[in-house]
């Protein structure tokens, strides 16, 4: 993946509202997540639940559909597509 695509993704991120960046970093840090970030996955999966659970009050009583978030999903796949370098520099823009 050539670096324009990386900053097309990373333009996507930041155009993303805060409750929809949290729902991404939770998929990126989900157990089932095929990236291969650097970071401690659990620890950031637990900062980031409770971040959302603050900002949403659904986010708390509901089980998250990620497929109700398609833009949330498409990000995610274009993520997966990476290799580790840039999914770890897309990351830190989560």
Do not use: G, W
Not at 36 to 45: G, I, P, R, V
């Amino acid at each position: 993946m050539n670096d324009e695509k990386l900053n097309y993704v990373i333009d996507m991120i930041k155009d993303m509202d805060l409750e929809n960046k949290l729902r991404l970093a939770i998929c990126m840090c989900d157990n089932y997540s095929h990236t291969n970030l650097e970071y401690d996955k659990k620890e950031m999966y637990k900062q980031f639940d409770n971040l959302l659970k603050e900002i949403n009050i659904d986010y708390r009583t509901t089980t998250v559909n990620f497929a109700n978030y398609p833009y949330t999903i498409f990000v995610s796949s274009k993520i997966m597509e990476m290799d580790s370098a840039q999914q770890n520099k897309v990351y830190l823009i989560v």
